[in-house]
Structure formats: C-alpha cells, structure tokens
C-alpha cells in the first residue's frame, strides 16, 4: 500500500501593526505573553482528481474503489477527511488556524506528469495490479504548472481568492506530500537552505506573487498520512525562521533544533530531548521505521514549549503512552506542542510559530526590519604575545539586518585554561543598517592584555552579551576568534 511519505521534509495583523509591536519590543522582556493570538482563516481551493476506473467488474470513481484503500482505514472520503483535519489543526494550534475550503473541484481525469504521461483508466489499474509491467511509467512526478494552468489556481490566489491548495489523489499519482512556493524564492535568512526543506519543495509551481502551499494527499492511506504529509510543511517552514535556514539534530544554540531534539539525535548530556521530529519522537531509537510505538521512557521537555520563549522548565520521563502509542496521536501530540502566545521573542522569532505556517508572508516580512550584529574582523593591532608584553587586539562590527541598530555593548575576555583572566564591557555606537565599521576605531574597537606567564590563551568576544537589542539573529552574536600561545 501506498505510504505518502518521503523520507530525508485572517492575517494575524496588519502589517504596520507588527512594525510597530517589533519596534515597541526591542527592550522586550523574555517571558512569554500569553495571550491568545487572533485567528487566521485559510482559504483552501479542494481539488479532487478521482477518474472512474473499472475494478471486479465495477465501474466507480477511484476513490470509491475499496480495492486500494488500507483495510486499516475506516474512511476513504477526501471531503470528510479534509474536514477531520481541519478540526485537528484548529485544536492543535488553539484556535489559530482556521482552514475553510472556498473553492472544490472533483476532477474526472488522470494528472499530467513532468514527463508528458497520463494514465488511461484501464493502464492505471494494470499498474497497480502489476507495477512491472513493461506499460506502466517508472517515474511519474506531478507537472505542478500544469495543473496550476488546468484549473487557474495562480489567478485565484494572486486575488486573494484562495490561500492554499490541497490535492486528493489516488496511489501513483506523483503528488508530493507538500509544495510550496515563495515569490522570487525569497529566503527571510542569509544562510545555506537544506536541499529538502525549500529547493526540492517549490517543484515547477508558478510565482504567483503570494507564498503558498499545496498539500498532496491521498485518500487510500488516511488521515494519518495527512498529519505526516502536514508535519513536513511544519519542519520545513520553521527551518526557514526559527532555525535561520539552519537544521542540525540537536543544536543547542538553535532553538528549533531545541524543539526537534531526540535522544537519537542528543549527543549533549546537558539538555534532554525535545518534542522530536515527524520521523522520530523524542524518545526514538531509530530513524526508520517510525517508531510511534516505542515504550522507551525518556526525559523530555516538550511541554516546556508552551511557556517560549522561556527556558524549559518542565520536565517529564514519559514513553509513547503520551501520545496513545501509535501515528496519529504522536502527531497531534507533536503538533499541539508548538508555540503559539501573542508576541515577540528578544532575538525576532514570533511566540506562535503557527504564523509562519499559515500567514507565511506576513510572519516574514518583519524579520528584516531588525538589525543582525555579528563581528566582520577581530585582528591584533599591536604588541607581541609573549611574557611582559601588552597586546591590544581591534574589532569591526557589522550589522547584516536592514534597520539601524541602537548602540549595543561588546564585551571581551581572555582566559588561560577556561581560567578568566581580564574581562571588559565596551559601549559600541549605534550601526547602521547593512553597514559595517570601517576600522578599529569605534570606542568598543580595543582591547589589550599584558602576558605574565607563558601558555594557551583564548580571545572571545560577544556583542549584545546581555540580549537587549532585538535582532532577526543571535546565534552570530558570540565570536571566539584567536587561539594565542605565549612561549
């Protein structure tokens, strides 16, 4: 049976409001506001394409055919189903995301793949009785401009008409489990994307002028695919924001990496798991196959994260008995876990993160109307490191966001064998956007150091150290640039 699977991926408010709550909260305290945010209504086009095939001598529409459904499933019917995750989502996100289907289409026919291929009725049924068959094509992805062209979907979301796509297909149809498109394939971070999350994703859909999705689903596997297949446009869009284009396991420093976190993944004694990932729960012992059922206690703080941006707080030693030990409910679990208070953390990410995923635009276009800090030079400008001498070393700022930072403190230390040895607190002027200091001159630019005794010495420097500037990136915030050894 087909699994829709692959294996690797109401506008909130009006845009001069979220500038001005932005620019209101760059002295923002970090704990979270709870209040509830206000409800985006999604506007869905359903597209439903269901050709009637013949089947024991039964002529219906694919979807009635029971031939092709798991026996595990209850119900084959798309419009129920998208009805049931709607509810889902609704409650996952409490009460934020609204989807509404504005448009529905049941379509007759087969989809167009890239290659040109179309299925007859009576091909497709001998492909899925024998999919060797010398007839049947090894390759079948969807051609996404053409269905965009057959049913004039760009148009519609261009208008405002619709917000998102969502397909209904039968096995071997070659939806993607989600697609999306930015318009310009704009990314809101100067950071290298994984492949898989948006590169992979945007297909050959169309630039519309408005970010959107489209969601595959297929109506012989249920709604726990559609949780699976909804779960992945969840990784991808939060790897885009909260993760700064950025995915790496269990980083610390990134907080979605922090929310993802698993034992599998855990390298750090320091921390304990997170939520997990769609593939692999916090307490997952492999990456495959999904191990929604693994009775594995564990220590985790997923319910820490109602209480972002926060530090976790809340730890429990749980198995999957919290999720009802099976697919459907580790999702709804998982999902039901991501942030969603009203407001802003100190380092630009929204506490709802359900914002990214249904007002993407809107989420985004604040993010580059803070400033970004990060250090474009630390040199030593005089001395030499040996004992008895002084040393000083420069540093030039840069500021890589696209408004003016207000004036910000650097501070410097230097340490032998994690000993601290000398630390100081310098005030940098404020900087302006996409600007970076011309020399050493700046009043926090100089730092020097007299050398007593021989040995490894660590030069570290951090802007903002006390986190009181709000910027669109803080994980570039902290520099240790030189390793010096005195004889």
Known sequence: MLRQCLQPARTFAAAFLLLSSIMLSVFAPVHADTRTPVPVTRKVALIVQTPSVVIDGVRAPLHLQPRFHDPSQVNFDPYALVNTLYGMLRQASGGYAEYRTQVTVQAGEFPVAMSG????ADLYVRCQMNALHPDCPTKNDLDYAQLFKDYGLCEMIAAGQIDEVFLFGGPGFGYDEFAWKIPGDRMPYLTPT?????????????DCGR?????????????????????????????????????????????????????????????????????????ATRDYPYEYDNARYVLHDCRSWAN???????????????????????????????????????????????????????????LPLAPDLATAEVARLSGTPVVGQTVTWGHRARNLGATDSNAFDVRWTISRDAVLLKASTLRHAPLGARKTDRGFGDASAQFSYTFTQPGRYRLSIVLDPEDRLLETDKSNNRVIRMTIDVP
């Open 117 to 120: 291929f179309r299925y007859t």
């Open 308 to 366: 972002y941006p926060d530090a976790p707080t809340i730890t429990v030693r749980e198995n999957d008995d919290a999720w009802g030990g099976n697919e459907r409910g580790y999702h709804q679990w998982w999902l039901s876990a991501l942030p969603k208070n009203e407001g802003y953390t100190i380092d630009g990410n929204l506490r709802n993160w359900w914002a990214y995923l249904v007002d993407y635009d809107t989420a985004v276009s604040v």
């Open 211 to 283: 970010s959107y999705i489209v969601m595959g689903f297929n109506y012989a596997v249920g709604i726990e695919n559609m949780l699976h297949s909804y779960g992945h446009r969840v990784e991808s869009a939060l790897t885009l924001t909260v993760g700064r284009g950025r995915w790496n396991a269990c980083d610390p420093t990134n907080t979605w990496d922090r929310f993802t976190c698993n034992t599998l993944s855990n390298g750090n004694e320091d921390f304990n798991a997170g939520c997990g990932t769609v593939h692999t729960p916090p307490n």
């Open 194 to 206: 994984l492949y898989g999350i948006y590169e992979s994703r945007k297909k050959n859909l169309p």
